[in-house]
């Protein structure tokens, strides 16, 4: 909550709604159950959607801040020091924009640089200039790695202290260092450009 992750949330439920239509319908539902007279024997139903929401928003973004801060702690401290070993210029190369997000919002307190995807938007900011000779890799793949880096290595796993079960400690728990791709960083980074 101190850094205004749900400054919106209540707001932002309404925008992920499929279409205006639904925005509407479910507006003018919750209103008359917490307000309108003849709505006030359903109000506890109003209620019971508003209090779980407020309340799971909190927690969640304690659980997502949490987490994430054990996160790059844990993946700074098991790559320090092969990346000392090799000396080079150093990019973190992330797999979703959940956690190129996380390493950009608590990296910083951590020494670590600018996350760099080829997701969504993340893509269109590149991988900077010059190019990372030493990449920190989360998110992607040991398969995928071989066939488009150099000289990658197993550094470390993420996990969490609370034994929470998500997409990066089930499907891609591993954290790689690798050399450079294989091809030139402009021809690899056209075609590393995917949604999610």
Not at 8 to 18: E, K, M
Not at 71 to 96: D, E, K, P
Request: glycine share 12%; charged share 20%.
């Amino acid at each position: 909550m101190r850094i205004g992750r749900t400054q919106n949330f209540l707001i932002d439920q309404l925008l992920v709604a499929a279409n205006p239509f639904t925005v509407l319908l479910w507006v003018t539902g919750l209103f008359y159950f917490l307000v309108a007279r003849d709505g006030k024997r359903y109000r506890p139903l109003g209620w019971m959607f508003v209090v779980p929401l407020a309340a799971g928003a909190v927690l969640e973004e304690r659980a997502v801040a949490s987490l994430a801060a054990g996160w790059a702690r844990r993946v700074r401290g098991h790559t320090c020091g092969a990346l000392a070993v090799g000396g080079a210029l150093v990019g973190i190369l992330a797999g979703n924009y959940g956690e190129a997000g996380a390493i950009d919002l608590y990296g910083p307190a951590h020494g670590l640089p600018k996350a760099i995807s080829g997701i969504n938007s993340y893509w269109a900011r590149g991988y900077g200039d010059p190019p990372p000779r030493t990449l920190i890799v989360v998110g992607l793949s040991r398969e995928f790695l071989e066939r488009n880096f150099e000289s990658c290595m197993l550094a470390g796993h993420v996990a969490n202290r609370y034994g929470v079960e998500n997409e990066e400690t089930t499907r891609h728990p591993d954290a790689f260092v690798c050399g450079q791709p294989r091809e030139p960083w402009l021809a690899f980074w056209k075609r590393f450009r995917y949604y999610g």
